[in-house]
């Protein structure tokens, strides 16, 4: 049975075979649609950042296609499907592009808003009417037609903000300040927007923003220094021509770069200040004062002695007066002898350090603030952390307010020298010697030769009258042995700072019971 039925299917396929051969003329030669295909491959690729260029694959039997771009309303990332089955085109098209050819393709079509996500879809169109719509997403950028600032058109309170020519915006919003530029009409044609009122050193973004609040481009710019009367001092400039050449009162700001002034004749008041504190340029020298000048201002410089430079300031005869000498913000380094110098009997009125850092000043052949001869007003050091070397740190012989407060001591007036005085030496009746909120650590030396090696001073040498106050200290051997070995328990106590790295210079104190010291270092 099963082999007769097999036989009986194999005759009718050949019987079928036969006939298919032997008909010759309905063989299927094309195939005639009634309508167009939708458009397939279509790519929407942004240019311009708000522009798109479309392409597709031409559809046989179309003559144009028309092209329809909406807002994307639904609430999908970039990397979902671009399926046209699942594109929701709602309302009504932001822009329409007809009787699209194609030999126009690819067409870029301009003028969307930015960082905004679009759908466009396209369709075929021909003598057999209409094809269904293909689609896509894209989603465009953020415009910038706004150009860099022009380093001529900079100031420290003004700029000017340019963009392309005729591209129409209604304002400019600038932070920080929140400032608002309504854009004129001329202002769109030119490109170009002065902004005034500016604060001097600060960085600013601006915005070029449309009716509708989107942007068309930012830019950011620092405006300059407010120099004032100030004469700007750069890399390539001869510090040492520029004092020379100074007039009475002269103001200088040193943007960077280090400067060599040798042993600089001060005949004139002048102020000298580095313009960025946290990048502080560098001044190979000292000043000497042979005559009378009224005051010297340093700010927020290096002064590097390299060991060959002998003091930040010296008065070099007797008719020199200089009434006022401020350091702040500075760091004095690697000087051969002192700080200050006065052997010759001149005067000096009123010298404050405030918020300086010292190093390495010799401590072989000099005192830090050596002050035996002349006249002295008053010297007043705080906030300031003065360490490494220093044979000892103030010898006063002459009438004079001296004052150290919320200072750090380390590692000084260490010298085994008989000139080794110690910290403090202000020896005239009539003087005040102030210390308070100091912390010492690691001054003197253990069982010196010289007993008075690195005490806190000598009871024959100090005359003046005296406030102390909130004196800490640790690791100081000699400090007790002469002057207020018998009552400094009342005024100072012992505490361990547990420095964070002190011979790398970082004097952060780690112990929260120490509350004396530069601030800088507290917690």
């Not at 005034?196 to 609040?213: H, M, R």
């Not at 001092?233 to 009475?248: F, K, R, S």
């Not at 990048?279 to 201002?297: H, M, Y």
Request: net charge negative.
């Amino acid at each position: 049975m099963k082999l007769n039925k097999y036989i009986c299917m194999l005759g009718l396929a050949t019987i079928a075979l036969t006939t298919a051969c032997d008909d010759q003329s309905d063989l299927v030669t094309e195939i005639n649609y009634s309508r167009l295909f939708a458009p397939i491959n279509l790519e929407a690729k942004v240019t311009g950042q708000v522009n798109v260029r479309l392409n597709w694959s031409t559809v046989s039997g179309a003559t144009s296609y028309v092209a329809e771009f909406y807002e994307d309303t639904d609430q999908v990332t970039d990397s979902e499907t671009n399926d046209s089955e699942v594109l929701n085109y709602n309302g009504t098209p932001v822009k329409t592009v007809s009787n699209i050819t194609a030999d126009q393709l690819p067409i870029v079509v301009k003028g969307f808003e930015s960082k905004t996500k679009y759908l466009v879809r396209i369709q075929a169109q021909g003598e057999k009417g209409q094809s269904n719509w293909s689609g896509t997403r894209f989603k465009t950028s953020a415009e910038q037609i706004m150009q860099e600032v022009l380093p001529e058109e900079l100031t420290a309170t003004t700029v000017v903000l340019r963009w392309t020519p005729g591209e129409a915006a209604e304002k400019i919003v600038i932070t920080p300040g929140d400032i608002e530029h309504a854009v004129t009409a001329d202002e769109i044609a030119a490109g170009a927007a002065t902004i005034t009122g500016l604060t001097p050193e600060t960085e600013y973004s601006a915005k070029l923003l449309k009716s509708n609040g989107k942007s068309r481009g930012s830019v950011t710019f620092t405006t300059l220094i407010d120099f004032g009367n100030a004469t700007p001092v750069y890399a390539e400039d001869n510090l040492l021509d520029m004092l020379t050449a100074a007039e009475e009162g002269a103001e200088f700001i040193i943007v960077e770069g280090t400067h060599t002034i040798g042993d600089f004749e001060l005949t004139k008041s002048m102020k000298i200040s580095g313009f960025k504190p946290s990048e502080k340029p560098t001044i190979n020298g000292r000043f000497t004062v042979a005559s009378e000048v009224a005051s010297l201002s340093l700010n927020n410089l290096i002064f590097d002695g390299a060991k060959t430079v002998s003091n930040l300031l010296e008065i070099t005869n007797a008719a020199a007066n200089l009434g006022n000498l401020e350091v702040n913000g500075c760091e004095v380094r690697n000087m051969a002898k002192h700080i200050i110098y006065n052997n010759a009997k001149g005067k000096l009125g009123t010298v404050s350090f405030y918020n300086c850092m010292i190093d390495g000043i010799a401590n072989d052949s000099g005192d830090g603030f050596d002050l035996r001869g002349g006249a002295l007003t008053s010297l007043k050091v705080s906030n300031t952390t003065i360490s490494n070397g220093i044979r000892s740190l103030v010898r006063c012989q002459v009438v004079a307010d001296v004052e150290f407060s919320d200072c750090t001591f380390y590692n000084i007036c260490t010298s085994d020298d008989g000139n080794n005085t110690g910290l403090f030496r202000v020896e005239k009746a009539g003087s005040k010697l102030t210390v308070q909120n100091v912390l010492i650590a690691n001054v003197g030396v253990a069982s010196p030769q010289n007993a008075n090696a690195g005490t806190f001073g000598r009871a024959d040498k100090n005359k003046a009258e005296e406030s102390l106050k909130n004196v800490v200290y640790f690791n100081s051997p000699n400090l007790w042995t002469n002057h207020h070995k018998d009552d400094y328990s009342s005024f100072a106590k012992e505490a361990d700072p547990k420095f964070a790295d002190a011979k790398n210079g970082d004097f952060t104190v780690g112990n929260e019971d120490v509350t004396a010291g530069d601030p800088r270092w507290l917690k």
